[in-house]
């Protein structure tokens, strides 16, 4: 099981050691010092998992967790704990802030393994049979997209400003794009461009976070206002 790792730790040795070890796993593996940092990386690297320290200064795994957990493009992002912090009350906080695993130090680097090779295929697994929180959270999006293109088209053109950045999409992004604002789920999208829903769920998250936007709705709107899609 391969896959894209952010490891956040305040601790050189470990961050080192833990990052060769999960490389000669056959993981890519991206670091940080801390979670302020760890934040930055996690929106620019778009990981398939982030491992992170709790005992950090100024920023705290804790709330860390929480800003992860508060955005939509990273609310089921598993996240693996790693602490000195062992006790059966801290690992219990540490699930009710929403971590999916709890690894106490010392711990072994293959359990670790272990731990992260099965959060992945479970994450997988769950793309492959469509995405649960696609269903439950944007059943209706087709209206919703319809809706918005009529309100927009009310004066018989869709009302388009000046985009503020120059967006730098790849090809695959702005087929992505185009579909999306077509009204398609992922399962849909995935069909369409041959490829799998993990796939695109990365490119939706890409474009979310290109756009500065935080749901389909939004994402759609600031293309069509923007010119960014027909």
Request: hydrophobic share 40%; proline share 5%; glycine share 6%.
């Amino acid at each position: 099981m391969s896959g894209r790792l952010l490891l956040v730790d305040d601790e050189p040795g470990l961050r080192q050691a833990v990052q060769a070890y999960l490389e000669d796993s056959g993981f890519v593996v991206e670091v940080a010092s801390n979670a302020r940092e760890g934040w930055e990386k996690v929106q620019q690297l778009l990981p398939d998992l982030v491992i992170s320290d709790i005992m950090m200064p100024q920023v705290d795994g804790y709330q860390f967790l929480k800003q992860l957990r508060e955005d939509p493009r990273f609310e089921t992002l598993p996240v693996v704990f790693l602490t000195a912090r062992g006790m059966t009350s801290d690992r219990i906080q540490g699930y009710n802030a929403g971590c999916d695993a709890y690894l106490p130090k010392p711990f072994d680097p293959e359990e670790l393994v272990a731990i992260v090779s099965s959060l992945l295929e479970r994450r997988s697994a769950i793309a492959r049979a469509g995405g649960d929180d696609e269903k439950t959270d944007l059943a209706d999006i087709k209206e919703q997209i319809a809706q918005l293109r009529a309100m927009l088209s009310q004066k018989g053109t869709i009302a388009q400003t000046p985009a503020p950045i120059h967006l730098d999409f790849t090809p695959r992004e702005q087929s992505v794009l185009e579909l999306v604002a077509e009204g398609l789920m992922n399962k849909e999208i995935a069909r369409r461009l041959d490829t799998s829903v993990r796939n695109v769920e990365k490119y939706v998250s890409r474009l979310f976070s290109k756009t500065g936007t935080n749901s389909r709705t939004e994402l759609v709107r600031y293309a069509l206002e923007h010119g960014l899609t027909k």
